[in-house]
């Protein structure tokens, strides 16, 4: 039997776009149109279509961009509502391209947009698979950047080349163009969160991937703030572990392994307070410092392991006793595991390591599983109720989840 197919109603190729240039943006009102009107000026050559991908921005970018998208059907919009994070905007953003090659930049002028014409040029002369705008190709130094993070910048660029094996002077662009076939086959492992997507695409592409680079200058921002903070920073630390030394590792687990790297500093500086105060008094000094490095890791756990299942209200408190159990348990559990292999072996760092490791896993198994998986499942719950939303704010005064992750930020 034959199917007969009804005749083609769209024209296949024609209305196609050459490339893709995805924006994310996150309060970038002032901007964006600034943005487009140069992408625009600059590929008039070119086929090309612009995918806005903005985080539910509370100055009101996506608004802005409907006018825009009104007014010329090749610019799109995708708002995301109660969701933050950099790569994952871009991800979804390449991910709703039509055409074969996209684009990554900023919206806030700091990527030059007539640096896309000689990247699509080099892409079509070499058929690499992406091109970098570089950063570092002709000078070493960015001129809109301070002296601190231009020094945050460089260490972190040398420790991405060293750890992850990258062969480009730039792994942390933000600016990149790429097929797209690429990231659909790489998506399912790149990490949401972060700054870092382009390092994470290295990554997952694999050495396969023929890479080419052209240089541009990073310029000063045109109105606004850069949203690169701490959290930021935290996560490419996390990133950086999971996908080098510990490949096989969860980036939860290095992110609570991290928090407990912290708690440790923490502990030392609590007890060297606590002796000065309590006149040299050490158990009560001790107690102090374990119950102060415990709430602490809790906290942070809170909003940087935990925060897309954030605690808050007064179920912190009964979160925190709740963590400070199962610490007790992954204590009990350390010293027991270094007390037999200590007497099994008499070397003393090999039984306090595998010690440390063990109380690690227990803490982070049983916190995964009582603090923050119960608060976890509650909010599955509410999120299946009819009016989701309107249960999910802390209807009954019995809900204890922020609401959706980063809107506080
Ligand atoms: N949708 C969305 N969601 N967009 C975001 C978010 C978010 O959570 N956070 C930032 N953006 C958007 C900003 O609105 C901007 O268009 C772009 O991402 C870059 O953010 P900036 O805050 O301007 O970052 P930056 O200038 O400090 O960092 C730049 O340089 C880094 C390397 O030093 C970016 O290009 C980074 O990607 C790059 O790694
Ligand atoms: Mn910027």
């Known amino acids: 039997m034959t199917l007969t197919l009804p005749q083609a109603t769209f024209a296949p190729d024609a209305d196609r776009p050459l490339v893709t240039i995805v924006i994310p943006t996150f309060n970038e009102r002032d901007n964006i149109a600034v943005i487009c009107g140069r992408i625009a000026a600059s590929l008039d050559r070119h086929p090309f279509e612009v995918i806005v991908v903005d985080d539910d921005s509370p100055d009101g970018t996506s608004a ?3 006018s825009l998208a009104k007014a ?22 390449m991910l709703a391209a039509r055409s074969e090659l996209v684009a990554v930049m900023d919206a806030d002028l700091q990527h030059e947009p007539a640096t896309l014409v000689p990247m699509l040029d ?16 002709d000078d070493p130094d960015v001129a809109a950047f301070s002296s601190v993070r231009q020094a945050l910048s460089n260490a972190g660029n040398r420790l991405v080349r060293a750890l992850l094996r990258v062969q480009t002077s730039d792994p942390m662009s933000g600016f990149f163009l790429m097929r797209r076939s690429i990231l659909v086959k790489a998506e399912p492992r790149l990490s949401r969160d972060g700054f870092k997507l382009l390092a994470d695409i290295l990554v997952q592409g694999g050495r396969a991937m023929k890479i080419e680079e052209v240089p541009y200058v990073f310029g000063p921002r045109l109105t606004g703030q850069s ?33 407990g790297g912290l708690g440790v500093i923490v502990h030392l500086a609590l007890l060297g307070l606590m002796l000065y105060v309590l006149n040299d008094n050490f158990l009560l000094s001790q107690t102090a410092a374990t119950l102060g490095a415990m709430t602490a890791n809790f906290f942070l756990n809170n909003v940087l392991t935990y925060r897309d299942q ?14 400070c159990l199962s610490c007790s348990c992954g204590a009990f559990n ?3 595991f ?37 608060f976890d499942k509650r909010q599955d719950r509410e999120k299946q109720a009819p009016e989701g939303d309107a249960v999910l704010s802390k209807g009954g005064g019995d809900v204890g989840i922020a609401q959706p992750p980063y809107v506080s930020r």
């Open 64 to 66: 802005v961009v409907e």
């Open 72 to 93: 010329d059907s090749r610019i799109r919009i995708i708002t995301r509502t109660g969701r933050r994070g950099l790569a994952g905007a871009c991800i979804e953003g």
């Open 122 to 137: 080099l892409m079509a002369s070499t058929k690499c698979d992406i091109v970098i705008a570089s950063r570092y190709v």
């Open 227 to 259: 949203k690169l903070d701490e959290r930021v920073l935290f996560d490419f630390a996390v990133l950086l572990i999971a996908k080098s030394v510990f490949g096989a590792l969860p980036t939860r687990f290095v992110s609570f392994a991290l928090v």
């Open 310 to 323: 954030r605690i808050v209200g007064i179920d912190l408190l009964r979160g925190l006793a709740v963590f």
């Open 334 to 336: 350390n010293i027991l």
């Open 338 to 374: 270094a007390h037999l292999i200590y007497t099994a072996t008499g070397i003393w760092w090999l039984a306090t390591g595998v010690g440390i490791l063990v109380g690690a896993a227990c803490n982070y198994v049983l916190s995964a599983l009582t603090v923050w998986r119960r």
